[in-house]
């Protein structure tokens, strides 16, 4: 089946603690996204990747990181330096070409720090 | 003003009844518009998309676009309990791959 995955479902860390959270995409898009989405808000852009080993910042990138090695997978850290990062984060894809930017998102990740 | 906005609150309709949301935007140059649904607890699925001025119906839901007034609506026709959820608009700003998102309407439908 085509689609994007992302693990683990829920995630906790303990303050000070970087943690990584997966996304994999088998639908040959060329871009993929990060987002953050909290409670009654709509979703955040963290980082963008058009293409491997390319990425850009979205509005929100500060104490996150990013690695585009591979077209299929697009990894965030989360890191200590991310001062709130409870939150759901999705992952999503798109093809680049003809404009249309439709994104498919996974099924998230919810991080809790304890 | 925000990019993409979704001002009304919480909207709830009886089953059978239409659910008509709307959604403004700042960049009079964005060409691409979505719909997306999300149940409580789970990723937005999109639902729509639009690209042209005028009306795009697929089943019980239609996509309304007015660029010249920078708004697009999303109308529920017969509206069903597993309609019940956030509906998030999203909007291509500025001609490039990245998406605005408005914070959504939650839509209660009222069995």
């Known amino acids: ?114 | 003003q925000k990019e993409v906005e979704q001002n009304s609150g919480p909207l709830s309709v009886p089953e059978g009844a239409i659910a008509s949301l709307n959604c403004t935007y700042s960049d009079r140059v964005s060409q691409s518009f979505f719909w997306y649904r999300q149940y409580s607890g789970k990723s937005p699925e999109l639902i729509m998309s639009i690209y042209s001025n005028g009306d795009k119906e697929d089943g019980r839901f239609t996509a309304q676009l007015n660029k010249a007034s920078q708004y697009v609506s999303l109308l529920i026709r017969d509206s069903q309990p597993s309609d019940s959820a956030t509906y998030l608009c999203a909007v291509n700003l500025y001609g490039n791959n990245r998406l605005a998102f408005g914070k959504g309407n939650q839509v209660v439908v009222i069995p």
């Not at chain 1, 871009?31 to 989405?37: E, F, N, S």
């Not at chain 1, 491997?52 to 697009?74: H, L, P, T």
């Not at chain 1, 998102?105 to 919810?110: D, K």
Request: hydrophobic share 30%; glycine share 10%.
């Open chain 1, 1 to 114: 089946d085509g689609g994007i995955t992302q693990s683990p479902k829920y995630l906790f860390r303990k303050e000070g603690q970087n943690v990584t959270l997966s996304c994999e995409q088998n639908l040959n898009h060329d871009a993929m996204y990060w987002y953050r989405q909290d409670p009654g808000q709509g979703l955040r852009l963290i980082y963008y990747s058009q293409i491997v080993n390319d990425f850009q910042k979205g509005d929100i990138a500060e104490g996150y990181s990013v690695s585009r090695e591979k077209k299929e997978s697009f990894p965030l850290t989360v890191t200590s330096a991310q001062k709130n990062p409870t939150a759901f984060y999705l992952c999503a894809s798109s093809i680049v070409s003809g404009g249309d930017n439709e994104q498919f998102f996974g099924p998230g990740t919810r991080l809790t720090v304890l």
